[in-house]
């Protein structure tokens, strides 16, 4: 089945350690997006790429970068990593159609990141 | 973007109809109404999607009144696991400018019991 694929489910690292998570997609679709969401608080949008057109949130911290190497893959880079980093960070995909807009979005279910 | 209000939290049981009413007072003319559903250690879901009037599909149907200022995601006879959190989106799926972006508010804690 065509999905998006977060790896890896859980992630640990230590404060200040750069930590990379990354998510793939069998759909094809050429919009994808990052999501942060803390514990009982809705998903928050850090950035998006509309194919390598990248679109920072202007609330999203530095500390914040993204990679999009090819239409499947994109990477979230947390450079330093805070107490406060610690959430699930979510990886969603949509297909922009020009007239008929952007698709609903593909959720991955997520990569938990706990920071020690 | 739109601002949506929603209950925080609702109670139903199985067998029921559940209606979860969404306000966004400042709905602009292009925005689309999104719902989704979130169950816990899981991505969102897609659910329905609407600009006016009725929609319906396999597991929801989507009620828009005429203002557009508010909708009624509405889920035919729950059961247990329809508990969740659902989340009402408003936005502009056509401008690509704002990349079919989604903001989402607080959304509603939905419990069915047995």
């Known amino acids: 089945d065509a999905m998006v694929i977060q790896n890896p489910r859980y992630q640990v690292t230590q404060f200040g350690k750069p930590v990379t998570l990354s998510c793939s997609q069998t759909l094809n679709h050429n919009v994808m997006y990052w999501y942060q969401q803390k514990s009982s608080q809705a998903p928050k949008l850090l950035f998006h790429y509309y194919d390598k057109d990248f679109n920072n949130e202007a609330d999203t911290p530095d500390n914040f970068q993204s990679r999009r190497p090819n239409t499947s893959f994109c990477f979230l880079d947390i450079r330093s990593p805070g107490l406060g980093d610690a959430a699930m960070y979510l990886c969603?995909?949509?297909?922009?159609?020009?007239?008929?807009?952007?698709?609903?979005?593909?959720f991955g279910d997520g990569t938990r990141l706990s920071i020690l | 973007l739109a601002k949506t209000t929603q209950p925080i939290s609702m109670d139903s049981y199985e067998g029921q109809e559940v209606n979860i009413t969404c306000s966004h007072n400042n709905i602009a003319t292009n925005d689309y109404i999104t719902w989704y559903q979130q169950f816990p250690s899981q991505g969102p879901r897609f659910i329905i999607q609407g600009y006016k009037t009725k929609v319906t599909n396999e597991v929801a149907s989507l009620f828009i009144p005429a203002d557009r200022k508010s909708s009624t995601l509405s889920l035919p006879r729950v059961s247990l696991s329809d508990t969740a959190v659902y989340y009402c989106l408003v936005g502009d799926i056509r401008d690509n400018n704002q990349g079919g972006k989604l903001i989402f508010g607080q959304g509603t804690e939905l419990s069915v019991k047995p």
């Open positions: 969603a995909t949509s297909s922009y159609r020009g007239v008929s807009g952007n698709q609903p979005q593909h």
